[in-house]
């Protein structure tokens, strides 16, 4: 049982250097036109008249002690993400790459 842990230790990093450059060549072209249609949908007009009435909803309920002013939070939040995640990802594809 020894060995075999010893032997993978050992083998490890002599595989992961070995490795060729084959997953830098994948293409995730199709993949990134599929996320980019499905982030035109969500943000479009359907999810801007979806997040204005949540929040107008979620406002009153909050303002007559309803609901927690949390989830009003949560709103925002899942608003700015709908809405800013293309210039989130796009921000984080200039600082990483």
Known sequence: MLRRVLAAFVAAPALALSTSPALAAIDFSKAEALATSIGTSLGGVLAT???TIALIIAGFL????RISWMWVGLIVVGGFLVFGGPN????????LG
């Open 62 to 65: 909050a303002a007559f002690n």
């Open 88 to 95: 989130l990802v796009a921000d984080l594809r200039a600082s």
């Open 49 to 51: 008249a979806f997040f």
